[in-house]
């Protein structure tokens, strides 16, 4: 009984339920080969120093307030979402940066990662296609 | 004041719906125009009917009981970024709030062209954020902070946000350590408050700062010097009636006029502060000292600190700012000869004059994706009352502020 309790709760509770992992992904002939978990940190929130290539990284967004954008800042930096919109909203309103480009979807952030060599983005584990290659995953 | 609640008022609206979607339009390749936008809604009263606590000191309306609530935080700001490729990108900002003039060339906040070489290099010019501490070049934009308004005490006396120049950024790493250095000059006019038409003009203005950013952290070191080029037509006025005094009447007329001058002073801002930002806690801190090169204007230290901590969707937080005379209040040597005079010679240095300290309790409720509601009160502290410094008055002569005042603030802030 414990066990189906268990089982229940898993399911229904909407962190529970079997969640994929979240691929960081770039163009298959990418000169970004082994990119840290901190560089993409750095790419994703305006601070492109720590690449040593000289190609500026084109970041990917996925649209505001999506649950696959809230899972990969959560999951990345450890932070809410809400916190990563006041802290763009800090950046680009004061013109020191533009924030990663947003997409709609995994798919057009497939698309585009497949056309663009400097792009990177992430998409849930299981959209992954060939057209891509994938870095890492985040849990 | 109204089309800016309607339109206020629309934008968040806007706010909630297009969370989702940025407003962008492809130029192919990597270009893009990007369209965005900030605002706030605000609400703010206090147990004051005859002085108003300001914002800063550009603010027309400021805090009383009797003023329009909606005015002091109430704003809303357009930007358009054209990135043309990774090296080359253009900023367009205006912003509408409660100011000294509504003109197009006041509303617009930023217009410069941003060149990145490489990713050390950043060069900027046109007219650009005034970067003379942590938050002064994003004091418009509510969401990007926690408290209703940057601590007054601190910031109140800088109302100076953008220049017409350039600066240049250099930024690199040492290990986990990201440092950027930053120098700046140009010159500005902004509207001198109170005073219709006329404006303040500064030029030269320059300086610079260095940033250095670990991990959670974030420390900075910044400076700002300008030369003001004009006087106040008030203050000038007052020169001349003072050098009209017979010597028998008033010996030092010479000297005493002399010191009510703007034009050809330097003034001086030095800070440091200190950032943690992590989560769940988050505090902030910064000190400051301000140099006037002039003979009415009080130097000053000003510091503030603020500590919040995240509990799901609401940040509270407290916060103590501070503002205090690095000397005495200036004052006329010896009596004039005609009290309207007299009332005339020692307003400004009331009017200038300072001393006060604030204690905040707020919250910050991000409710909804893109928006974020605020409740703050505050406890202003006027510990010497020979002065108006931050607040407005209604009264002739020399003002004085209720010793303790209650300000009870909210703001809806949003970004689009």
Redesign the interface.
């Known amino acids: 009984m414990a066990k189906f309790l268990l089982l229940l709760v898993t399911l229904w509770s909407p962190t529970g339920v079997a969640q994929s992992r979240i691929a960081i992904i770039v163009h298959p002939e990418s000169s970004f080969t082994d990119i840290s978990r ?1 560089q993409v940190v750095d790419i994703f929130m305006g ?5 040593t290539n ?1 190609r ?1 990284p ?1 970041p990917l967004d996925q ?4 649950p696959i954008r809230e899972r990969f800042y959560e999951a990345l930096t ?6 990563i ?3 763009w ?2 950046l ?4 020191r940066a ?1 924030p990663p ?2 997409l ?1 979807d995994s798919l057009s952030v497939l698309q585009a990662v497949s056309q ?1 060599r ?1 792009a990177i983005g992430y998409v849930e584990e299981d959209r992954v296609t060939p057209s891509v290659r994938v870095l890492f995953y985040l849990e | 004041m109204k089309t800016l609640t309607a339109l206020l008022a629309a934008c968040g609206l806007l706010a909630t719906t ?5 407003w ?1 339009i492809d130029l192919g390749n ?1 270009s ?1 125009l ?1 369209i ?1 936008g ?1 605002g706030t809604l605000g609400l703010a009263t206090s147990d004051q009917a005859h002085h108003a606590l300001t914002r800063d000191i550009a603010d027309q309306e400021g805090i009383s009981s009797s003023s329009l609530p909606l005015s002091t935080d109430s704003r809303l ?1 357009m ?1 358009i ?1 054209a ?1 043309i490729n ?2 080359w ?1 253009a ?1 367009v ?1 205006a912003v509408l709030k409660d100011r000294p003039a509504q003109t197009i060339e006041e509303s617009l906040q ?1 217009a ?1 062209i ?1 060149y ?1 070489p ?3 290099w950043q060069l ?1 010019a046109g007219r ?2 005034l970067d003379m501490g942590l ?1 002064s ?2 004091r ?2 509510g ?3 926690l408290w209703v308004r940057p601590p007054i005490e601190f910031y109140g006396r800088l109302p100076l946000f953008h220049f017409n120049g350039g600066d240049v950024t250099y ?3 040492i290990d ?1 350590i ?1 440092l950027s250095i930053k120098a700046f000059a140009g010159e500005a006019s902004p509207f001198y408050p109170s005073t219709p038409n006329y404006k303040i003009q500064i030029a030269p203005l320059w300086g610079g700062n260095v940033n250095l950013r670990w991990q959670d952290w974030h420390a900075q070191l910044s400076y700002v010097g300008t030369q003001l080029q004009s006087n106040h037509p008030g203050l000038q006025e007052l020169q001349s009636n003072i050098q009209q005094l017979p010597d028998f009447l008033y010996p030092d007329a010479a000297s005493l006029s002399s010191r009510y001058t703007l034009r050809g002073s330097q003034n001086h801002f030095l800070s440091a502060g200190l950032a943690y ?1 992590g ?1 769940p806690w988050r505090a902030q801190f910064e000190f400051g000292r301000l140099f006037h090169g002039n003979g009415f204007i009080a130097d000053v230290y000003t510091a503030y600190a603020t500590v919040g901590y ?1 509990l799901g ?1 609401v940040t509270p937080f407290i916060g103590y700012s501070t503002l205090w005379p690095a000397n005495g209040r200036p004052e006329v040597p010896s009596p004039l000869p005609f009290p309207d005079l007299q009332a005339a010679a020692e307003r400004p240095f009331a009017e200038s004059y300072s001393n006060q300290e604030t204690i905040s309790l707020g919250g910050r409720w ?1 409710f909804y ?2 928006l ?1 509601l605020k409740l703050q009160y505050d406890l202003v502290h006027v510990r010497n009352s020979d002065g108006i410094g931050l607040w407005r008055t209604d009264q002739d002569g020399v003002p004085q502020p209720k010793e303790f005042s209650n300000i009870f603030s909210a703001t809806l802030d949003f ?1 689009f």
């Open positions: 901190k601070r492109l120093l720590s690449l000289n500026i084109l649209q505001g307030g999506s450890g932070r809410p979402l809400a916190q919109n006041a802290y909203a800090r680009m309103f004061s013109g533009t480009r947003m709609p663009n400097d | 297009t969370g989702q979607a940025e962008n990597q893009r990007r965005s900030f700001g930007q970024d990135v990774p090296q990108s900023t900002q930023w410069f941003s990145r490489n990713a050390n900027r650009v954020g938050v070049d994003q418009n934009i969401y990007s902070y930024s690199f790493d986990d990201s930002e989560d995240r969707s991000d994706n893109n974020a970004v």
